[in-house]
Nanobody, 116 residues
Framework: QVQFVESGGGLVQPGGSLRLSCAAS????????MGWYRQAPGNQRDLVAR????????YYVDSVKGRFTISRDNAKKTVYLQMNSLKPEDTAVYYC?????????WGQGTQVTVSS
């Protein structure tokens, strides 16, 4: 089973930027869709963005459109999430997994805290 390792989180002031990375172990295919999810305390884990590994077709939830950009490097089996204009409500643990039908092997995630 493919597993995922997230990195790049941290503490940032409102309006700041972070770039998250997700490295996948095992085989990732061009037909796969990869996604970034986030979970704030007391909330469920929700999809934030996803990308088709072949053509790069993307989807974003409304709350991050225009601020977040998902990208991928197929050769490195890595997916990125560039987050700009961060808001306090973006504070959460961010995870990556398949963007459609995520598997059970969630990584540790990476904490993003947006606070002044």
């Amino acid at each position: 089973q493919v597993q995922f390792v997230e990195s790049g989180g941290g503490l940032v002031q409102p309006g700041g930027s972070l770039r998250l990375s997700c490295a996948a172990s095992g085989s990732i295919f061009s037909t796969d869709t990869m996604g970034w999810y986030r979970q704030a305390p007391g909330n469920q884990r929700d999809l934030v963005a996803r990308i088709l590994m072949s053509g790069g077709s993307t989807y974003y939830v409304d709350s991050v459109k225009g601020r977040f950009t998902i990208s991928r490097d197929n050769a490195k089996k890595t997916v990125y999430l560039q987050m700009n204009s961060l808001k306090p409500e973006d504070t959460a643990v961010y995870y990556c997994n398949y963007g459609i039908s995520p598997n059970a092997f969630w990584g540790q995630g990476t904490q993003v805290t947006v606070s002044s």
